[in-house]
């Protein structure tokens, strides 16, 4: 089991690897982001999930209190209700240093008894869907962020054209531009802050008329009590 484990890790970082340098870069004029062992740079776990209606408050509420649990194991990027482009979402970004981090810390949440029946055990009914993605980094990103107030945005852009991706909305901060290496392909991804959500509307015009339409999905997000992005 072990020597599979290390041959299909192996065999997604090399496919990775080849994301790594697309036919056309995702964002004009940028470096790529430095590199650690394992050829891509930190690696980050978009989760997506739908709760039931009824369970939303119960699933906030529940989180609020426990979600101590799994940051005590690693890095939070943020964690948001899906205002807009979404009805009843949580959106969470995590941080690992390569896939063989994730696999530990899955293997010691699933041991931690505490873990799994203050919460894990609780929210699983809650939730109508599950979806989850793997993505590295591409040029510089900024997620530490610690004196933010406002609202997030997150963008889904579909690249089989080769879309270039916006480098300024208006007042809007970019934090951060994603390649997908596991889940959806040909798909990039962006962080944007928003001073409000009104903003957010108007920073939009700004986006398009630099790099113009593309196909995909754009999420407004507003942040949890627990996320490290406010």
């Known amino acids: 089991m072990a020597m599979q484990s290390r041959a299909l890790l192996g065999g997604i970082y090399r ?3 080849k994301l790594k340098t697309p036919s056309c870069s995702l964002l004009s004029g940028t470096r790529q982001s430095s590199s650690t062992s394992n050829g891509l740079g930190k690696l980050y776990e978009l ?5 039931w209606p009824k369970e939303m408050k119960p699933f906030i509420e529940l989180s609020k209190e426990w979600i101590h649990l799994r940051t005590a194991h690693s890095p939070l990027v943020g964690y948001w209700t899906s205002e807009i482009g979404g009805i009843n979402d949580v959106v969470h970004i995590w941080e690992y240093d390569n896939l063989n981090q994730r696999a530990e810390v899955r293997q010691a949440l699933a041991g931690d008894s505490h873990w799994i029946s203050s919460y894990f055990s609780k929210i699983l009914p809650m939730m109508s869907r599950q979806e ?7 040029g510089d990103s900024n997620l530490v962020q610690p004196d933010l107030r406002g609202v997030y945005e997150l963008d889904t852009i579909n690249q089989g054209s080769c879309h270039q991706f916006a480098t300024n909305k208006g007042d809007a901060k970019l934090l951060g531009t994603f390649q997908s290496v596991l889940g959806p392909t040909n798909t990039g991804y962006q962080l944007w802050f928003h001073s409000t959500s009104q903003k957010a509307v108007e920073n939009q015009t700004k986006g398009h008329k630099e790099v113009g339409q593309a196909t995909g999905h754009r999420r407004l997000l507003v942040s949890t009590p627990w996320s490290p992005l406010q």
Request: no cysteine.
């Open 15 to 17: 496919a990775a690897r």
């Open 47 to 51: 989760r997506i999930y739908q709760i």
């Open 132 to 138: 989850n993605m793997l993505l590295h980094t591409v």
